[in-house]
Every structure is written in structure tokens, then in C-alpha cells.
């Protein structure tokens, strides 16, 4: 991604976070829930709300109580609607990557032909045009129909039982994130693999700016955002291939892997190695962020296997993704985008397989 694609995409992820963080904020105070726990609303106070919507209630406390370990109240309620917003974020930002890469049925992108709604939205309705004439379009129970779907393979990012899944954005806040995504972030960008990591370390910039400004010492959850650095494309392929690279290339001097790892450095020392199966080569990213290594990592991976021979070519990203590829962060929401990327690089490869198992923790 060029300077100009980068700034775009800063903007607009830093827009979606600000309009539905408010929003967020907006729905709690409908459960009693100001940002300011001093001014929560006692349960008896709140007669408007359902037995359905108090569990809810009691739903969203618990998961607020779960984040008070080193911070007060109020943070937690602030780090709440975060989590809140991150996750939807990364989900349509997910869809998005799919859907450009025909991974999927458009959902997000409007056409003339489907009288200016995406071809999903525009089937759904015409099955359950009710649904679509309440205060939000529809659009809760069609994501949350599409993000269950998805979780099959990937829970880890979309599973709608979890805490961060309990508050739904408003109408009006997911059609201005779907517009930002689909308008405003040219579709180009979206087939960029770098996508993924760069929405991750833009979607923190306040709290770096917060915690540089302020000059204090670091708390626990500050450093996953301090220690965030995302490694330039040419780096990590410089890395890739002369660690996995060179590594084949010992054990096949002969591969053909060289014309692809075309940052391999000559070096008339280099050992020889007795050959492995592909399948027992395995690459560990201990910090691996938004999986940017493992991603390039892959694409060796896949020569290496083409060049072998021994697995069929469209059983090959899921081989990959069980046998050879490992990684390790120290922040969740970090695991959950390396597995959006995982995901959308094996799909882009053969998007009829289906997912089981990936390494990551």
C-alpha cells in the first residue's frame, strides 16, 4: 500500500471508530447505562425495558465487571464499548475483504441492479420483508445470520455469543460504516493483503498519542498498543525468505522456490540439509499482530508444496494452515485479525475449502 492508500485508510477507520463509539454509548443509556457508572440508572427505574432486554442488561454489567481488573469503573465502561467497536469494525472490515475478493456474495456494496442495496440485502429482503421495515433495516438479524455463518470457521472473530456481540450498532451507524468501507476506502485497497494489519494499528492511534503525551509509566493493557510496530511488506518478505526460503532451498538446491524469494541473499556457506516433508516444516510467529510474517510465510509454504507434489493443489491451504503455521499474541483482538487474514489468504486460494483448525493462541 502506497502513502496516499495508508492516509485513507487511517481516516475512515479512525471515522468509524468515533461514530460508533458514540453511537454505542447512545444504546447503553437505553439499558440505564451512561458512560458515567455514577449516573447508572437503578433496574427499577428503567420500566420500559422487556425481561429479554434486563437480561441483556445484566449481560452487558457482567461483561463491564470482567474488564475492572486494573482499572476503575468508568475505564472499564470506556474499554467496553471499545472491545464493542473493534469487534463490528474488524467484522464488516472482514466482510468487505471477502466480498472484493469473491470469497463471498456481495453484502455490503450496493449495485443500480439490486435497486441500489447489495445482492444479499436485496435477497433477504425479498424473503423477509418485514424484518427490513423495523428501526434497523434488518441489518442485525442479516449480519449476525452472516457473522454465524462465517464462525463456523472462524469463531474467533465472528462468534455472536460473545460479550463484545451483546450491544448492536444503530441503523444509521452501520450504514455509515458499510458507506465509509465501500465508498470512501477504494476497492483496490481492500485486495491488498496489508489491509488487515494497518486497520489494526490505526484503530489505536488515540490511545498511542494518549500514552506518549502523558508520559506515564505502562500498564498491562498498554502494551499491546504501545508495543504495536507494523513491519513493512519488504521487510517481512526479506525475513521469509531467507529463513523458510534458504531453509528449502538447503534441503532442494535445485527448488525453483528462488524465483519467487527474490530477496535471498547469496551465501556460499550454506548448509545442506537432508529433505523434509512440507508438512513437518513448521513456522512460529511469537508476536505475530495481524499475522503479516505468516501471511508471506504462506505463499512460500504453497510453492513448496506445488513443488512437492504430494498434496493435492486444492487441499493445500488447509494443509498449510494444520500442519505449518503457528502463532502467538499477547492480545486478542491481534489473534483475531491474524485469523481473518489466515482465513481470507487460504479462501483466496480455494474458496470452496473448509476450515478447521488454525494455530493461534
Same mark, same amino acid.
Given at each position: 500500500?502506497?502513502?496516499?492508500?495508508?492516509?485513507?485508510?487511517?481516516?475512515?477507520?479512525?471515522?468509524?471508530?468515533?461514530?460508533?463509539?458514540?453511537?454505542?454509548?447512545?444504546?447503553?443509556?437505553?439499558?440505564?447505562?451512561?458512560?458515567?457508572?455514577?449516573?447508572?440508572?437503578?433496574?427499577?427505574?428503567?420500566?420500559?425495558?422487556?425481561?429479554?432486554?434486563?437480561?441483556?442488561?445484566?449481560?452487558?454489567?457482567?461483561?463491564?465487571?470482567?474488564?475492572?481488573?486494573?482499572?476503575?469503573?468508568?475505564?472499564?465502561?470506556?474499554?467496553?464499548?471499545?472491545?464493542?467497536?473493534?469487534?463490528?469494525?474488524?467484522?464488516?472490515?472482514?466482510?468487505?475483504?471477502?466480498?472484493?475478493?469473491?470469497?463471498?456474495?456481495?453484502?455490503?456494496?450496493?449495485?443500480?441492479?439490486?435497486?441500489?442495496?447489495?445482492?444479499?440485502?436485496?435477497?433477504?429482503?425479498?424473503?423477509?420483508?418485514?424484518?427490513?421495515?423495523?428501526?434497523?433495516?434488518?441489518?442485525?438479524?442479516?449480519?449476525?445470520?452472516?457473522?454465524?455463518?462465517?464462525?463456523?470457521?472462524?469463531?474467533?472473530?465472528?462468534?455472536?455469543?460473545?460479550?463484545?456481540?451483546?450491544?448492536?450498532?444503530?441503523?444509521?451507524?452501520?450504514?455509515?460504516?458499510?458507506?465509509?468501507?465501500?465508498?470512501?476506502?477504494?476497492?483496490?485497497?481492500?485486495?491488498?493483503?496489508?489491509?488487515?494489519?494497518?486497520?489494526?494499528?490505526?484503530?489505536?492511534?488515540?490511545?498511542?498519542?494518549?500514552?506518549?503525551?502523558?508520559?506515564?509509566?505502562?500498564?498491562?493493557? $498498554? @502494551? *499491546?498498543?504501545?508495543?504495536?510496530? /507494523?513491519?513493512?511488506?519488504? !521487510?517481512?518478505?526479506? #525475513?521469509?525468505?531467507?529463513? +523458510?526460503?534458504?531453509?528449502?532451498?538447503?534441503?532442494?538446491?535445485?527448488?525453483?522456490?528462488?524465483?519467487?524469494?527474490?530477496?535471498?541473499?547469496?551465501?556460499?556457506?550454506?548448509?545442506?540439509?537432508?529433505?523434509?516433508?512440507?508438512?513437518?516444516?513448521?513456522?512460529?510467529?511469537?508476536?505475530?499482530?495481524?499475522?503479516?510474517?505468516?501471511?508471506?510465510?504462506?505463499?512460500?509454504?504453497?510453492?513448496?508444496?506445488?513443488?512437492?507434489?504430494?498434496?493435492?493443489?486444492? $487441499? @493445500? *491451504?488447509?494443509?498449510?494452515?494444520? /500442519?505449518?503455521?503457528?502463532? !502467538?499474541?499477547?492480545? #486478542?483482538?491481534?489473534?483475531? +485479525?491474524?485469523?481473518?487474514?489466515?482465513?481470507?489468504?487460504?479462501?483466496?486460494?480455494?474458496?470452496?475449502?473448509?476450515?478447521?483448525?488454525?494455530?493461534?493462541?
Amino acid at each position: 500500500m502506497n502513502k496516499q492508500q495508508k492516509k485513507l485508510v487511517k481516516e475512515n477507520i479512525l471515522e468509524a471508530r468515533a461514530l460508533l463509539e458514540a453511537d454505542i454509548a447512545d444504546r447503553l443509556i437505553r439499558y440505564g447505562l451512561n458512560k458515567d457508572p455514577a449516573k447508572w440508572l437503578a433496574e427499577d427505574k428503567i420500566k420500559h425495558l422487556s425481561l429479554e432486554e434486563l437480561q441483556v442488561r445484566k449481560n452487558i454489567i457482567a461483561a463491564i465487571a470482567k474488564l475492572e481488573q486494573g482499572m476503575s469503573k468508568k475505564e472499564a465502561v470506556e474499554q467496553y464499548i471499545k472491545e464493542v467497536v473493534f469487534t463490528f469494525v474488524n467484522r464488516i472490515a472482514a466482510l468487505r475483504v471477502l466480498e472484493v475478493r469473491q470469497i463471498i456474495p456481495e453484502i455490503l456494496e450496493t449495485k443500480a441492479e439490486y435497486d441500489n442495496r447489495s445482492q444479499v440485502y436485496r435477497d433477504f429482503s425479498e424473503v423477509a420483508g418485514e424484518l427490513c421495515s423495523g428501526a434497523d433495516k434488518g441489518w442485525q438479524v442479516l449480519l449476525n445470520l452472516i457473522f454465524e455463518e462465517i464462525s463456523i470457521e472462524i469463531r474467533v472473530l465472528f462468534d455472536t455469543k460473545n460479550e463484545y456481540s451483546i450491544v448492536f450498532p444503530s441503523n444509521q451507524a452501520v450504514t455509515d460504516v458499510i458507506r465509509l468501507f465501500t465508498e470512501d476506502i477504494t476497492k483496490d485497497i481492500w485486495h491488498e493483503d496489508e489491509i488487515i494489519g494497518w486497520i489494526y494499528q490505526y484503530f489505536n492511534e488515540y490511545e498511542k498519542k494518549e500514552y506518549k503525551e502523558a508520559k506515564r509509566k505502562a500498564k498491562a493493557n $498498554d @502494551i *499491546p498498543i504501545i508495543t504495536q510496530l /507494523y513491519t513493512p511488506k519488504w !521487510i517481512v518478505k526479506y #525475513l521469509i525468505d531467507n529463513t +523458510l526460503g534458504v531453509y528449502w532451498l538447503e534441503m532442494k538446491p535445485d527448488s525453483k522456490i528462488k524465483e519467487y524469494c527474490t530477496y535471498i541473499i547469496p551465501n556460499a556457506d550454506s548448509l545442506k540439509r537432508s529433505l523434509k516433508k512440507v508438512k513437518d516444516i513448521k513456522v512460529l510467529d511469537p508476536a505475530c499482530g495481524s499475522g503479516h510474517f505468516l501471511l508471506q510465510a504462506f505463499d512460500v509454504l504453497y510453492k513448496m508444496y506445488l513443488e512437492e507434489g504430494d498434496i493435492a493443489k486444492e $487441499d @493445500i *491451504p488447509t494443509a498449510i494452515l494444520q /500442519y505449518n503455521l503457528y502463532g !502467538i499474541d499477547i492480545d #486478542l483482538r491481534a489473534i483475531q +485479525l491474524t485469523a481473518l487474514a489466515l482465513f481470507t489468504k487460504a479462501k483466496t486460494y480455494n474458496k470452496n475449502i473448509k476450515i478447521k483448525l488454525m494455530n493461534l493462541v
